[in-house]
């Protein structure tokens, strides 16, 4: 099953170019007064929404799925987990480039482990990115990200997969420079999920998949998952060692080799066969809101 979040927060089953609206399964989602729960609702209630969705699907109007605005598959994610370097030629290349390295210790993951993203950073392909910084160096990284579907505390690698509601595609932005790196990669649309939540059941093995990057018409990131240092299941195991894993909870895997400058005006396609792929465009950041705006 693959599962959008378009227009409005309007919940939609994709299925080949085509968008059905299932919005109305929303309903069937327990309300939560206060506070909030420490997990994505929709997630954490998957399972027992997928039938309603393929019924509502069966009653909907297909809508082309290039003329609806893509949010992110997951609206509200608890935490968003990533791996710093996890393939091994993009270490080679990190250690050798100046500006990447700057005072951040690059090394190997199982030293380093593990750091956070704000939730705030969180976009869809429709979003895009919008750049605050231009005077610096903005990097692209596309990563295979994993959506957790069930709470996961100290879990095994063998069992680990069990624990997955499904995969995207993620776009893990970067500014280079010396600051800690939660925050350089925290900035607002500086994580990037789509185009949408393919369910685990599609995927299988997570370990096997091909992903690229292109910056226009420049193919710059051409990997495959095989290569992780760390693999899916290791990583869950690894996240879950250290705190709960909830419903939603994002894990950006990593990044392969390639990784390079965007600047406003350029077009990023990113995919990773066979969840599809996402075009997303970088702008300039507009000017901040008013002092007081809640949005
Ligand atoms: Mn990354």
Redesign the pocket.
Known sequence: MRLCRFNDDRLGLVNGDYVFDVTSALDRLPVWRYPAPPFDTLIANLDELKSVITTLAGQAEPLHCLGVKLLSPVASPRKII?APVNYRKHLDEARLDPEIHHQNAIGEIRRVGLFLKATSSLVGAGDGIAIRHPERRNDH?I?LAVVIGARADRVEPADALRYVAGYCIGL?MTIRGPEERSLRKSIDSFTVLGPWLVSADEIGEPDALTLTLKVNAETRQSANTRDLIMTVRELIAYASSFYTLYPGDII?T??PEGVGSVHAGDLITAAIEPIGSMSVRVRLADAPNAVGSAA
Request: hydrophobic share 30%.
């Open positions: 990533a990284e990563e893990d950006l990593g990044t």
